[in-house]
């Protein structure tokens, strides 16, 4: 029997990624408890994996106690300093706004505890310097640099929230620097109306993403429902509820909203 002429070979097609987010979460009712805009960005990105985001904010985000006259201080003096660090994206926010149209300063570096808070600076057209490889306060003192020298400049601006963990310039005065922190804003707890309650007592889901959120959701005059999965977004946020007697069933490996809720995707694979 005569062989058969060889097929020509079809070009591989390229594989079509899976999309298991798309319907690991369906079912879901997930409680978004971030102040409002945060909410916002975290129901975009659960709705994605097919959960129904209950957005009930527990903090909500005022100007500091001085009026923001601190900051705006401290951008007249931003020259002056050789770091600029921020801690959030809200701070950000803040800092452009007491920035304006300026620019920032030549030969100023920035640094970002995280990638929320450096998409937030490439949005004022800021060239980040600093990016820990864990977006938390105590990785970003690890990543920076020390002082060469102790005669002359070394000076570092950190622009925060006005109640925030000292991490950041404990650690940096240990290494040398000089710093000072002021207050961009300041984050208030709310009491929930009822509408909201009944709303968040319907969640199977609650997602926490930093210690402030933790500490709202507890002090509330009357205790909240907790639902039967309580998700975090890193180890100090765990810190935090497990401090509130709060259990911890998920804890995200990346510590960004997108890392928390691809670990409820992998919890619900």
Known sequence: MP???EQPQQPEQPQQPQQPQQRALTGRRVLVVRPAAQGLDSAETLRAA???????PLIELLPPSDGGTALAAAVRRLAGYDWLVLTSANGVQRFAEALGPDDLPPGLRVAAIGPATAAALAETGAVVSLLPERFVA????EAFPCRETRD????VLVVRAEVARDVVPGGLGAKGWLVDVVAAYRARPRILT???RAAAAGCDTVIFTSPSVVDAFCDQPTPLPVPGTVAVIGPVTASAARRRNLPVHIEAAEYTIEGLVAA???AAS
């Open 3 to 5: 062989e058969q002429p």
């Open 50 to 56: 097919g959960a129904e985001p209950v957005l009930v």
């Open 138 to 141: 105590e990785s970003l003192v």
């Open 152 to 155: 002359g400049g070394g000076r």
């Open 194 to 196: 009822e509408a909201e």
């Open 264 to 266: 409820l995707v992998a």
